[in-house]
């Protein structure tokens, strides 16, 4: 059976960090390209970072680049993001996955789990 479970979200204030965990079982991340998207109250989903399976570079967008960090554990098969100096904006239900290719979100992806929330307020 195929799963996919975030964990680590929670409430932080403007400026603060937050590390996000994902784990996998049934499949394994290394065979996908690999990351997170995440979706606001209201807003469309939005890619947020995608490691490829063609070269294994990781690539941000543009609104998290700087901030947010993504890190690996094959030996695990599991997945994190690191993210600092967080905006309000970042607010969204954070979501991990396996896709195809990069950028995520431009197909359905493979896996993908609940999610997990993550709030900026003060």
């Known amino acids: 059976e195929v799963q996919v479970v975030e964990s680590g979200g929670g409430l932080v204030q403007p400026g603060g960090s937050l590390r996000l965990s994902c784990a996998g079982s049934?499949?394994?991340?290394?065979?996908?390209?690999i990351g997170w998207f995440r979706q606001a109250p209201g807003k469309t989903r939005e890619a947020v970072v995608c490691?490829?399976?063609?070269?294994?570079?990781?690539y941000y967008g543009d609104a998290v680049k700087d901030r947010f960090s993504i890190w690996v554990d094959a030996a695990k098969n599991s997945l994190g993001l690191h993210m600092k100096d967080l905006k309000a904006d970042d607010t969204a239900v954070y979501y991990c996955?396996?896709?195809?290719?990069?950028?995520?979100?431009?197909?359905?992806?493979?896996?993908w789990g609940q999610g997990t929330q993550v709030t900026v307020s003060t």
């Open positions: 996955a396996a896709a195809q290719s990069c950028p995520l979100l431009t197909s359905e992806p493979t896996f």
């Open positions: 490691i490829s399976s063609d070269d294994r570079l990781a």
């Open positions: 049934g499949f394994r991340f290394d065979d996908y390209s």
